[in-house]
């Protein structure tokens, strides 16, 4: 059964600084992992997409990556920013698994 | 630009009922996921739809919930009788095709029993 964990589970971090999120997922033969924002009360939106044959994926200020082989995942975001405050959520396609999120606050 | 739809945002209803939730994805998108999303936690695959089959409904507690997708576009996931333990975020999902294609949420359905 595929196990799909996010660490750390909330991240505070003052406004400019880089991150890093981690997800880990357990059985390697996925089609696909796709990193998703949530915001309080509502859907998911998606962020970045990448294929099992994939190594990273870049939009804006975010880089995702893919290590299959080690069962990892990170999502980077460059130069933070208080709208960038809401959950992050990492999703394993094959059958459709999500870890339970880093919750990322930026103070002003 | 192209969304998922969902209705009702949100829904009130008492323990024993029964209640329906409605969801419109992304037009030529063959895949239809439902999930359930408690508070604090990632979201939960309750039944995946390919075109109007079902692919997989393994999370779906059979005995209480059910889900239909009849003409393969919109769907409905319909809980009876409600119970307490069934409070969450009803989500709803599409792709072009299934685990290959980039996942569209709808903005999802606050389920409360009372």
């Known amino acids: 059964k595929q196990e799909v964990t996010q660490i750390p589970a909330a991240l505070s971090v003052p406004e400019g600084e880089n991150l890093v999120l981690n997800c880990s997922f357990t059985?390697?033969?996925?089609?696909?992992l796709q990193w998703f924002r949530q915001d309080p009360g509502k859907g998911l939106t998606s962020l970045l997409l990448?294929?099992?044959?994939?190594r990273e994926q870049t939009s804006g200020r975010l880089n995702a990556s893919l290590d299959k082989s080690s069962g990892r995942s990170t999502l980077y975001i460059a130069a933070s920013q208080p709208g960038d405050s809401a959950t992050y959520l990492c999703?394993?396609?094959?059958?459709?698994?999500f870890g339970d999120g880093t919750t990322l606050t930026v103070k002003p | 630009e192209a969304e998922v739809a969902q209705s009702p945002r949100y829904k009130i209803t008492e323990k024993s009922q029964a209640v329906a939730f409605w969801c419109d994805p992304i037009?030529?998108?063959?895949?239809l996921y439902w999930y359930r999303q408690i508070l604090g936690q990632g979201p939960e695959l309750l039944v995946q739809?390919?075109?109007?089959?079902?692919?997989?409904d393994s999370q779906l507690p059979k005995d209480r919930f059910s889900a239909e997708r009849l003409k393969g576009v919109d769907s409905t996931l319909k809980i009876q009788p409600a119970e307490l333990g069934d409070s969450a975020m009803y989500l709803c999902?599409?792709?072009?095709?299934?685990?290959?294609?980039?996942?569209?949420f709808g903005q999802g359905t606050r389920l409360t029993v009372v």
């Open positions: 739809f390919q075109d109007e089959s079902v692919v997989d």
């Open positions: 999902a599409s792709s072009l095709a299934t685990g290959a294609g980039e996942a569209f």
């Open positions: 990448i294929q099992s044959s994939q």
């Open positions: 999703a394993v396609a094959g059958k459709s698994t």
């Open positions: 059985d390697s033969a996925i089609y696909n």
């Open positions: 037009s030529g998108h063959a895949t």
